[in-house]
């Protein structure tokens, strides 16, 4: 048991390893910003990596770029929003549930349908832009649950905003140090990373 243990949390972390590298890899690239805008934007329907891990590098190598990065980060999440809201629209029984069963949802998917069918469904969305809550399963949930489109973007644009400049802000005042100690301590980012993962889940439960 404890050598299945060891092996399942090895191989997660090479996982992580692999996703972290191939999406910081683009921060020095020609291509780093339309990467970025990419990123971003699967990252809000599938993709596990969080676009943040890549505008951190971009901005800290080049700080004059962090409205440039940070409104192409905030351009790819909402659009990147919109075909999550798509896939829970018209294709929640085949795309949707393969999508929510990966990131073992399953759990928490009655709770959330429950949300967006309460007065404070806009307000879990809003809470989902900015926190750890995993946007990717509130952009489907809003469609599988046929939230209104336009509150729906308008928050996406106000919560993904707000969070992407603020990270971008704040690499434009400490700059590069902050990319150095996060590429040089990447077990405990990762470790990080994967508890405000779990840390979004559990937030499911308070609600």
Known sequence: MRHALLAMINGTRRLARRLFDWTMHWADTPQSLLALLLIAFIESSFFPVPPDLLLIAIVAGAPRR?????????????????????IGYGFMATIGQT???????????????????SPVGVWFLAGATFTPIPYKVATIAAGATGMAFLPFILVSILGRGARFFLVAAILRVFGP???????????LAALLFFALLIGGFFVLKLL
């Open 177 to 187: 140090p902050v990319r150095r100690t996060l590429e040089k301590n990447f077990d």
């Open 66 to 86: 962090w409205l440039a990065a940070a409104g192409l980060c905030t351009l790819g999440s909402v659009t990147g929003a919109m075909l999550g809201y798509t």
């Open 99 to 117: 999508i929510v069963d990966f990131y073992n949802a399953q759990r928490h998917w009655q709770r959330i349908v429950e949300l967006y069918n």
